[in-house]
Antibody, heavy 117, light 112 residues
């Protein structure tokens, strides 16, 4: 069965950095686009970044552009989100999700990032 | 970006009664390939989102048939024929036709 397991969240000071990881299993990872979606406390869902199956075409929401880098390692079935220059507004649960042709068909359990001084 | 507008934002429902959520997009969601990539997700309290419906009306495996999706163009609806206690949560529509993909604000379904 499909599994997506995020890790790497934690408490970080404003201006700091974090690298989130997502371990994927149960599907052909190297053929599948991957996404990061976040949810601020008590708020809705916001697409953050995405990457094609082969690591090309990284895309970012305006809110994260220039401060984040999405990457993947198809030999390890892993996708990453490097986040730099973090601000209070980046506090959220970050979900890894799998491309489902115009959809996100599976989501991980999320990892909490808290930006706090 | 395509704006997705859901209504209502809060929906108190009596157990066993129907519920309906509207989702409207700021532009047509018909893709150049002929498909309409409108999705519905359920997020139960404390859980991650789960896809219920894709391409307007296709129900995911394991989703009860009391959930149904309909609509076209810019106007879409998620219906629950008879609300059960396990349906409590927030429901989001999401369009996957135009880049970047965008979500509605969410509709909170609760039991009266």
């Amino acid at each position: 069965q499909v599994q997506l397991v995020e890790s790497g969240g934690g408490v970080v000071q404003p201006g700091g950095s974090l690298r989130l990881s997502c371990a994927a299993s149960g599907f052909t990872f190297r053929d599948t686009g991957m996404y990061w979606v976040r949810q601020a406390p008590g708020k809705g869902l916001e697409w953050v970044a995405s990457i094609w199956y082969d690591g090309s075409h990284p895309s970012y929401a305006d809110s994260m552009k220039g401060r984040s880098t999405i990457s993947r390692d198809n030999s390890k079935n892993m996708v990453y989100l490097q986040m730099d220059s973090l601000i209070f507004e980046d506090t959220a649960v970050y979900y890894c999700a799998k491309d489902g042709w115009g959809s996100l068909d599976y989501w991980g359990q999320g990892t909490l990032v808290t930006v706090s001084s | 970006d395509v704006v997705m507008t859901q209504s209502p934002l809060s929906l108190p429902v009596t157990l066993g009664q129907p519920a309906s959520i509207s989702c409207r997009s700021s532009q047509s969601l018909v893709h150049s390939d002929g498909n309409t990539y409108l999705n519905w997700f359920q997020q139960r309290p404390g859980q991650s989102p789960r896809r219920l419906i894709y391409k307007v009306s296709q129900r995911d495996s394991g989703v009860p048939d009391r959930f149904s999706g309909s609509g076209s163009g810019t106007d879409f609806t998620l219906k629950i024929s008879r609300v059960e206690a396990e349906d409590v949560g927030v429901y989001y529509c999401m369009q996957g036709t135009h880049w970047p993909w965008t979500f509605g604000q969410g509709t909170k379904v609760e039991i009266k």
